[in-house]
Each structure stands twice: as C-alpha cells, then as structure tokens.
C-alpha cells in the first residue's frame, strides 16, 4: 500500500527546501510540481501583504467522480528559522537509527510527505475512495496563519479535515481559542520629587490591576479545562526625567474556552480595575489584527472521524491512540470555527520542535501515511 523510499523522498527533499514563515515560494512550487505529476490542478495563494509572492499556500482537489464525502487533508509548509546550537546541517536530512534530523523534520515536513504519499496512492486508486480529497499546503502558520485564512475567504471547504500536526501519539479533537488583549492605565503626571503626594503613578496601578487580572476566574470546560490569564508585558515611564509614569501599558495573552468571548474578557478586566478603585482611568481593546482571532473548539469523540482514526492507528500500530484537547491554538481552530469543519489534529512526530538538532521518527512518517490511507478507505464506505 505504501512506498517507503518514496515517502522517505518526499520528506528529504522538502527539509533540503529552505521555508523560513515568508520564504516558503520554493517548497510550495516543488508540492505543486507533485501535485500536477498526479494529475492534479494545483492552484497557488497569495495572502494580502505577499507583493513579492514569496509565501503562497497550495491548494488542490482530488475528486474520485463518484458521490461521497470531501475530506481535507492539510498542513503547514512554513518553518521556524534556524536555532543556534545545530549539531548537522539543517537543511541536510540526517538519519541517526530511527530519526532524521532537519528544520522541519517533526513540525511538519513528515505529515507534508505522508499528506503527498496518500494523494498519489489515490490518484493511481480511484476506485478505492469516493468523494473528494481536498488537498492543503498553507504558509504563515507559525506567524499569524495568513495563508489559511487566504484559504477561507477563497471558499476553502470540507466535511471533516485531518491536521497532520507532529503528534503521534495522541490525537487532539479540541483546543482552546486565544485572545491578545492591550490595557492602558492612566495616572497623573507630576515631578518626582513631589510624589507621593502629588501625582498618581500609572506603574504602580497597572502592577496592581495585573496581579488581580492573573486571579480573574475562568470558564471550567469539561474537555478543555479552563481558560486562562497571562499578562505578558507591563511598560511605562520615563527613565531619563523626574516624571510619576502617567500611563502603563500591559498586554494580555488570554486563552479561552466555548463559553469566553472577548466581551466576557473585558468585562472582568474592567470590573477588576474598579474594585481597585481604578474606573475611568483603564481602557481596554483587543489587539488589532486583520485576520480573525482563533476561538475555541472541542469536538465529540463518539465522531465518525475521531472514531475512524482511533480505529485505524490501532490497526496499523498495535496501540491505543490518546485522545486529547490542546492548551494552545493552531490552524485546527480555523478549520472549525470559521468554515465549522470537524477537525482532528494528528500527524508524525519527533523531538526538539522550533530548537536545535530537531527531528522527525521514520517509523511515524510511514504509519502516518497508511493511517491516513486506511481512514480515507473507511471514511469512503
């Protein structure tokens, strides 16, 4: 069912390829270059800001001309830059027993080949699949995901997706949204040598109103657990004037859970901020940003997806696959909220993801790829 040495090549030759998030041109011409040797019709796509056309995302479509269901299969084609600290080239696969070691090896140059290794089988076993295989290589996700949103306002659908993220061993259905929220705390400005009785020092507020943030209540959700604070970062003041600091910046990371909006969020903050005696003097907006932020989802595990999954790495591995609801947030998130396409996240994995000498297990890339092809077989009947 499955050509390791071709599998094998695949995900070489795409660690060789350079995809620093916004340099990704090359490794998205050499998918496309596959995709058109299977007889597919890639298209290429160009987020707003991409003059140069140096980071476009990979879109195809595998139709088997028969009735049946439209399955995405979809990864990132962009990596983090290079760490300091490489023991090899990172732009030269390097195999030590099981692992190989290379920018992208696990995050997610694995999951990109066994996503091209199970469009091939099929385009050459038509008979063996109904419905669609929507084929999805974005750029942008380790920055602000652009290139799958560029996908959805060009109409990108599905009825179930598979993320094929470098997680092996544990399958996520759900994972929490996040918001970046900006705080301004006002104070009064007076000369230094005539405080504390004259003048307020926004610092000195804005220390007192992130600590009480950190300590807001949160949503428990069942699956996801709860939400959370996490004030990133307090300025203000002036080191070279005898000036009481008239304002205090902090920005907020806040992850949420179904049930926290962002005006669930500012509500609490500014009810927190007159408690401290603070109204009138604390403005608070969520970080502008002109993609949507990621909202949280959490998807049953009695789905026919998560089910065939689970099934399926069990066949194919001899072990139990966990089944978990992610802290943070990634292009799964989009997938299931703005275009409501249930959504599992699993794919081959590996170790020292974003740092040196990181690495993918061979073994992961070749299951992953039959996984995949067994469960768009079931997925099919």
């Not at 996240?345 to 990181?358: I, K, Q, R, V, Y």
Request: proline content about 4%; charged content about 25%; overall charge negative.
């Amino acid at each position: 069912m499955i050509n390791e040495n071709l599998i094998k090549e695949y995900w070489y030759d795409m660690i060789k390829i350079r995809s620093i998030t916004g340099e990704e041109a090359k490794l998205a011409e050499y998918v496309a270059d596959k995709l058109k040797g299977f007889g597919l019709e890639p298209k290429m796509s160009y987020y707003e800001g991409d003059e140069e056309k140096q980071s476009p995302s990979v879109y195809a479509v595998l139709d088997s001309g028969k009735p049946g269901p439209k399955l995405m299969l979809i990864g990132h084609i962009d990596t983090v830059k290079v760490a300091n600290g490489w023991n090899t080239d990172p732009f030269t696969p390097t195999e030590d027993g099981d692992r190989t070691y290379g920018l992208g090896a696990m995050d997610m140059k694995g999951g990109l080949a066994a996503i091209l290794a199970t469009t091939k089988y099929y385009s050459e076993n038509k008979d063996k699949f109904t419905g669609e295989l929507v084929l999805a290589f974005v750029s942008d996700e380790e920055n602000l995901s652009k290139g799958t949103y560029q996908l959805v306002n060009e109409g990108l659908s599905a009825d179930m997706a598979i993320m094929a993220e470098c997680r092996f061993d544990n399958m996520a259905i759900g994972f929490r949204g996040r918001y970046s929220i900006e705080v301004t705390v006002s104070g009064k400005a007076a000369h230094a040598s005539h405080y504390p009785n004259v003048g307020e020092n926004a610092l000195i507020s804005g220390s007192k109103l992130a600590i009480a943030i950190e300590e807001l209540p949160t949503i428990i959700h069942p699956t996801l657990g709860g939400g959370t604070w996490v004030v990133r970062s307090i300025e203000g003041g002036v080191k070279n004037a005898l000036i009481v600091p008239e304002k205090c910046e902090l920005f907020i990371d806040r992850y949420t859970v179904p049930g926290e909006t962002y005006e669930v969020c500012e509500k609490q903050i500014l009810e927190a901020a007159e408690k401290l005696g603070l109204a009138g003097k604390v403005d608070v907006r969520l970080k502008p940003r002109k993609s949507a932020y990621m909202e949280p989802f959490a998807l049953e595990e009695s789905h026919v997806l998560v089910q065939t999954v689970k099934e399926t790495f069990k066949e194919v591995t001899g072990n139990e696959i966990r089944i978990e609801f992610d802290k943070s947030v990634c292009d799964s998130n989009i997938l299931a909220n703005s275009l409501d396409i249930p959504t599992v996240t699993f794919g081959p994995s590996g170790g020292n993801m974003h740092g040196a000498n990181e690495y993918g297990h061979i073994h992961q890339v070749l299951a992953a790829t039959e996984i995949y092809i067994k469960t768009v077989s079931k997925l099919s009947k």
